[in-house]
C-alpha cells in the first residue's frame, strides 16, 4: 500500500512566524504535489515537484515555497504565514507519468 | 486553474437509498479518477477509469466514463452511514502531471 505521511495533523502559528510542513511518501515515487482545500474552493494545487531538486509552480504559489531534496519528502514552505494561509493543506504522490494521485492525512494550520 | 463542474454540491439521503454524482467539462480528458474523502482525513482513491464509455465497479460503487470523454458519473447503491464524505472527481488530460478537481459532492446519510 502507498503510505503518505504529513508531519503533523493540526499546527497552530502566529502571523509572520516560518513555518515549514514536511511530507513524506515511502512507494519511491517520482511526483510530489501540495495543495490547499478550501471549503467552496476544492483543491488547489500549490507546487510540484517531478524529480528531486525541480518544481513547478501551481495555480496558487504566492506566499509559498518548496523544497525536494530528496526524492521521498517535499516540503512546503510559508516564508511569512499570514491568517489567509489558515487551511487544510494536503501532499499527494504519484508515479511518473500515471495520473493517479496518493494523499497524505492532511494537515490544518491555523495561523492566528 | 479550471475546475470541473461538479453536481450536486451536497446530498441528504436516507441509508438505504441509491446516490448519483457527476462532473463534466467543457475540455477532454484520457482519464477521471473518483476519491472520497473522510471528515479530517485526506482523500482516497476510489475509481480509475482511462477508456471512453468504461464502466467500472468497485463493491457498492460504479462509474462510468463518458462518450464525449467530457463528462463521468458515480453511482453509490444502498447507501449506509460509512459513505458519509466528500466525493470528488478528477480529471487528467496526460500532457502533464496535474489533475484538474471537481469542488466535491458533500453526502450525509440519515441512518
Known amino acids: 500500500d502507498v503510505k503518505v505521511t504529513q508531519s503533523s495533523r493540526y499546527l497552530v502559528k502566529r502571523t509572520g512566524e516560518k513555518v515549514f510542513l514536511e511530507c513524506v511518501q515511502d512507494m519511491d515515487h ?7 482545500q478550501d471549503p467552496g474552493l476544492g483543491l488547489r494545487l500549490i507546487y510540484f515537484s517531478y524529480d528531486v531538486k525541480m518544481k513547478e509552480k501551481g495555480d496558487i504559489p504566492e506566499g509559498y515555497s518548496v523544497s525536494r531534496e530528496k526524492k521521498e519528502r517535499f516540503s512546503l514552505i510559508l516564508e511569512s504565514a499570514s491568517t489567509n494561509q489558515t487551511s487544510m493543506y494536503l501532499c499527494a504522490s504519484s508515479l511518473v507519468q500515471e495520473e493517479t494521485q496518493y494523499f497524505g492525512p492532511g494537515t490544518r494550520l491555523l495561523v492566528l | 486553474g479550471q475546475q470541473l463542474n461538479q453536481s450536486p454540491q451536497s446530498m441528504f439521503i436516507q441509508e438505504g437509498e441509491d446516490v448519483s454524482m457527476n462532473c463534466t467539462s467543457s475540455s477532454i480528458f ?17 475509481i480509475a477509469l482511462y477508456k471512453a464509455g468504461e464502466l467500472t465497479s468497485n463493491g457498492r460503487l460504479t462509474a462510468q466514463f463518458g462518450i464525449t470523454r467530457k463528462d463521468s458519473f458515480l453511482n453509490i447503491s444502498a447507501s449506509i452511514p460509512s459513505d458519509v464524505g466528500i466525493y470528488f472527481c478528477a480529471g487528467h488530460r496526460g500532457s502533464n502531471y496535474k489533475l484538474t478537481f471537481g469542488k466535491g459532492t458533500l453526502l450525509t446519510v440519515n441512518p
Open chain 1, 30 to 36: 517520482e511526483n510530489m504535489f501540495w495543495y490547499r
Open chain 2, 30 to 46: 484520457n482519464t477521471w479518477l473518483w476519491y472520497k474523502q473522510d471528515p479530517g482525513e485526506g482523500p482516497v482513491l476510489l
